[in-house]
């Protein structure tokens, strides 16, 4: 195929028989054996295919020419269908709406200094952007949907704007293929010992990588390994990268495409073509009102009658499909046409291939897609959704922790934070779980606090609340209105539970009368007594 013909892969390079060097770098994980001929390649996403619509694979490849060439591809198809697929796009972003953000806690043994602790992180979230634009919050959900679309994304910290801040590296610029010391080992852009330990990371200059940088002149920049964190789903211990999961499901979601905008055009053409007129040719008239026939007005080998009237003779097109009733010649008949697209098997068909694709990405395809549930199989279905957002969370968790001892870290020796053991620790709140009834499940969270069977903490965090803030909220409410509340009973001499009834404070009810000799309690078996 001709169109692919510029993407053949670069040749691996030699690798050499030295036991010193096990993990060779700059070798492709598999590239195509024969682009223009045939569809050979170990992820089918990437597989040519006449019955599919093609895609300019250029975007990526031509920007970055990353060491990985499926990785880039793979990459580009990713981003691709999550801008023009409705499908994709939802699936994506609501795996980061019930993933991010997650919000850290300090957990030292000072209730005190964990306040003032999260009080300055939650004041640099605001200001964690190294290029001034984002939230951390917000942050946060753009890594979630890079790891879906791109596979991975690499963060580190930098303190050139006089604080700490986040830096965020897509994966393409991930890249080690200009790294010239042979003796280097490096798989994909990550520097590795003959371990396998992880060292380090090439990137390169996002500014130039249409200049220099692409044309091999300029050598990658290094971060050691303890100045980034590269964050991606593993499917396997020997990963060094991240693939974007949505390559399970490309074919279906690019087959769905193609077989949606067919049946478009076809039922388009159903419904511009209502009636079709069977014996003969249709006068056609052009919009300057020139008759298209012969010299005569008509066509040949259809002469109207003697008394057919100028209308007859100009019969059109337009008039056919504007609503008008016209009048056929002799030897024309008009069929209507009987329009039953899109059929149900069709959608039937979408449907499947799009549970298809968000299958792929882990999730339940009943948690996106549109179907009548029961209960207990809606839960089924939430609760294995839970799963796949509370992996999300643990990996955004972890980055969060490597970001928290860093700001930290540094507001102590830089900005005046009192330094306290335990300091590096936190606990983390993720947003609130998915639920087919909230109020239902709020009621019975309050019933399992009441009786002890769930923790604050817990009851809290099912609604992505902080426990100790919202506690102690609480008590300076609390605080406020019976202050407020006693000062209002002295001056109008009232009652101070009057005023607290109206604030949801209610009295305790007094115990029932208890029994005393003269009085016997009553006996059911016995009311004589």
């Known amino acids: 195929m001709k169109w692919l013909s510029w993407l053949k892969p670069r040749p691996a390079d030699p690798v050499k028989a030295d036991a010193s060097a096990p993990l060779p770098g700059n070798v492709p994980e598999s590239g195509p054996r024969n682009i223009q001929s045939g569809t050979m390649n170990y992820y089918e996403a990437l597989s040519a295919s006449d019955d599919r619509s093609q895609i300019p694979l250029y975007s990526l ?10 990785r880039d591809r793979l990459a580009f198809l990713g981003r691709y269908l999550y801008d023009n697929d409705g499908t994709v796009a939802y699936a994506v972003d609501q795996i980061a709406n019930y993933s991010a953000p997650i919000i850290p806690m300090a957990r030292t043994t000072s209730p005190d200094i964990n306040k003032i602790y999260e009080e300055y992180f939650d004041d640099w979230c605001k200001r ?42 897509e994966g393409w610029r991930v890249n080690s293929r200009l790294v010239a010391n042979d003796n280097i080992t490096h798989i994909d852009g990550v520097r590795v010992d003959l371990e396998g330990v992880v060292l ?18 300029k050598a990658p920049s290094y971060l050691e390994a303890g100045q980034a964190f590269l964050l991606y789903d593993p499917d396997r211990f020997s990963s060094y990268r991240g693939i974007t999961p949505i390559r399970r499901g490309m074919n279906d ?15 388009k053409i159903g419904a511009a073509l209502a009636a079709v007129i069977e014996g003969a040719d249709l006068l056609e008239e052009d919009v300057w009102e020139n008759n298209t026939g012969n010299e005569e007005g008509t066509q040949p080998g259809n002469q109207p009658p003697a ?25 024309q008949k008009l ?58 969370q643990e990996m955004l968790a972890h980055f969060v922790e490597w970001v928290w001892v860093r700001v930290i870290g540094w507001g102590i020796a830089h900005d005046g934070l009192p330094a306290q053991d335990g300091w590096n620790r936190i606990e983390w709140q993720g947003p609130s779980k998915v639920s087919i009834d909230d109020g239902d499940d709020a009621a019975s969270w309050r019933e399992d606090v009441a009786s002890g069977l769930m923790s604050r903490r817990e009851h809290y965090a099912n609604r992505s609340l902080n426990w100790q803030r ?47 000799e003269k009085e016997p309690a009553n006996n059911p078996e016995n009311p004589a007594q």
């Not at 979601?253 to 039922?267: H, N, P, Q, S, Y």
């Not at 006693?486 to 009834?501: D, E, R, Y």
């Open 61 to 70: 490849a031509l920007r970055t020419a990353i060491q990985s060439f499926n």
């Open 128 to 169: 964690a952007d190294y290029t001034g634009r984002f939230h951390f919050g917000m942050l946060q959900r753009i890594i979630c949907k890079q790891v879906d679309t791109d596979g991975d994304l690499l963060a580190t910290v930098n303190d050139k704007h006089g604080f700490p801040q986040v830096q965020l590296i």
């Open 200 to 217: 380090g990371y090439y990137t390169v200059d996002a500014v130039n990588v249409l200049g220099s940088t692409l044309i091999g002149t």
């Open 253 to 267: 979601v690019r087959d769905a495409k193609d077989i949606k905008g067919f049946e478009k055009l076809a039922t």
């Open 307 to 331: 008394d057919a009237t100028q209308q007859e003779l100009r019969l059109s097109k337009a008039q056919l499909l504007g609503g008008d009733i016209p009048v056929l010649p002799p030897g």
């Open 335 to 392: 069929n209507q046409l009987k329009n039953d697209r899109p059929g149900a098997l069709i959608m039937e068909m979408l449907d499947y291939l799009g549970g298809c694709f968000v299958a792929g990405l882990g999730v339940p395809p009943g948690f996106f897609l549109d179907r009548k549930l029961t209960g207990p199989t809606q839960r089924g279905v939430n609760g294995k959704a839970q799963r796949k957002f509370d992996k999300r």
């Open 470 to 516: 919202e506690i102690d909220q609480g008590f300076i409410e609390d605080d406020y209105i019976l202050t407020k509340a006693n000062a209002l009973a002295q001056k109008q001499n009232v009652p101070v539970t009057v005023i607290l009834s109206r604030w949801g404070y209610q009295p305790k009810a007094a115990p029932p009368p208890q029994p005393t």
